[in-house]
Structures are given as C-alpha cells and as structure tokens.
C-alpha cells in the first residue's frame, strides 16, 4: 500500500498592505504585504504543497474577507481557517455558515487575547458549534493552558487543536529565555483524546542557528505525549519572518535525524490530512 506525499503547512497567513478598503485594525510585525500569491510562491519555492490559512487576527480582527478571496484564486492550496467573535450575539449561525463555505476546514478562538472564564457562553458555544459542524476549533492559547484543559473538559464531543505548541513564541529575536517552562502543561492536554497540537513556529523557539537543534528534546516530550497521529507541523508564516526563512521553517524538519521517515510524513502533512479531513488537489 503506497502511502500519500503531501507536504502540509498547518498555519500561514497572508494579508494585503493596509489601505483604507480594506483597514487593518491592529498591527503584525513583519512585511508591508505577503499576498496569496506570494505565500504560494514561497511554498512552491520549497516543495510545500498546501497549507492551512489562518485569517490573522491580529490584522483583519474577525474579518475573514482576505482569505477567501485568496482562497478563491489557490482553491488547490488552501484550507481556510478564521477566528470567531466569543462575544457575538449570532455565534451559531455564523459557525454553521463559515463551516459549509467552501474551502474551509477549521475555526479559532483566540484565549490568549482576552480574560475568559472555563464557563464564558460564547467561548462554549464556538467550541459547541464547532462539534456539530464537525471542524476542528483550533485554540491560540499561550498562557492559558489550564482554562484550556478544563475548556476541554468541559466540551468532550469538539476536536480541538492547540496552536504554536501551546506556547508563548516571539516575534522577533532572541527566543525567551526559557521558551519551553510551560512544557507540563502542554503535555498533561495529551491525555484528552480530542486534542491535537500544531507544532507550529517552533524553530522560533531556539537558541540555536538552523537547523534548531537545542528544540528537539523538549518537542520530543510532546510528541511521544501525543503521539504524531495528533501533531502538525507548520511554520507561522509570516509571524517567523523576522526570526527565520520560510526554507528554514521546512528545512529543519526534514533534515534532522530525530524522526524516522513514516513520523516526518505523518507530523508534515498526514495527520493533518485526518484530523482536518482535507488535502491540497495538486493531483498526487
């Protein structure tokens, strides 16, 4: 039985330069602009086939405007993911209809960006929403791991995917001084079975030159707790911009030794493939 080859990003962005058509509405370190076109042209450039795209909250807010439309001109790239207003009247309704869009896989609640309570209705009904819809809710969570595991709790029937390893990334260097102390946390969510976790943006968190060696130990601690049928590997583009090439971001996964070849094409596009039910259409 022959198994597939897609190389999978789980998290890139793209956005246009701010203009008042379409207005910013915060700020994210990194180019003017990195179109669909450029992201495509980045990926081509390293043998990635597809990636997840996120609509960046931290530029178009809820807004998710940017991302179809590049998903309209990459349909065989993208899958599209977009945060949700937890304090939205209509949280139901604009789930269900975001998840029968074409193109999209998955939603986002953004835990690190905001005070939130375990019992917070809005956050519940994402999570609830998106069970029924059956898409992934994937949790920007960094500093929030203990209200996210009792979120879990709390919603047994949601697929949830952890964001950036689950922990605090920088945008610019160097790497926190102790990247990974909140490493327990990130492992005691392994023992809930509907919790999966991108391994995104993690050469961000090294001391080291490429390829990043000094991130393997602790990474290896999250992949044993949760077994590579439920992580992902992904870059953050273009968040990493200021701290690595995209070629490094791909680069470092394939060419350590520390994964055997049925793990690098699990954790580099296999898993997702299941826990999001969608590939690029490149034709493999």
């Not at 690190?112 to 609830?128: M, Q």
């Not at 059956?134 to 879990?152: A, D, F, H, K, W």
Request: negative net charge; aromatic residues 10%.
């Amino acid at each position: 039985m022959t198994t597939h080859t897609f190389i999978i990003d789980s998290q890139v962005h793209a956005y246009e330069r701010n203009s008042p058509e379409r207005p910013w509405s915060g700020f994210l370190r990194g180019p003017d602009e990195v179109t669909g076109d450029d992201m495509v042209a980045a990926m081509d450039a390293v043998g990635v086939d597809g990636a997840l795209l996120v609509s960046p909250y931290s530029m178009y807010g809820y807004d998710a405007s940017y991302a179809l439309e590049t998903y309209a001109k990459h349909p065989s790239r993208f899958g599209l993911i977009r945060p949700f207003d937890p304090n939205s009247d209509a949280i139901d309704e604009e789930v269900a209809q975001w998840s029968v869009t074409p193109g999209v896989v998955g939603a986002r609640i953004m835990l690190t960006y905001g005070s939130y309570e375990a019992d917070h209705p809005g956050i519940n009904r994402i999570l609830a929403a998106g069970a029924r819809a059956r898409i992934p809710v994937n949790v920007m969570c960094s500093g929030q791991l203990p209200l996210l595991r009792e979120l879990v709790r709390r919603n047994p029937d949601t697929q949830f995917v952890v964001d950036h390893v689950g922990l605090v990334q920088p945008f610019e260097p160097p790497a926190p001084p102790e990247p990974f102390a909140d490493l327990d946390n990130v492992v005691a969510l392994a023992e809930h079975d509907n919790v999966a976790i991108k391994i995104s943006g993690a050469c961000t968190l090294s001391h080291q030159p490429f390829p990043y060696l000094d991130i393997w130990e602790p990474l290896s601690k999250i992949l044993d707790a949760f077994g590579f049928e439920r992580c992902m590997w992904g870059t953050d583009w273009t968040r990493a911009v200021s701290l690595l090439t995209y070629e490094q971001g791909v680069k470092a996964f394939q060419v350590t030794d520390r994964l055997s070849d049925s793990e690098r094409s699990a954790l580099m596009g296999g898993s997702l493939t299941k826990i999001y039910n969608w590939s690029p259409d490149t034709g493999k």
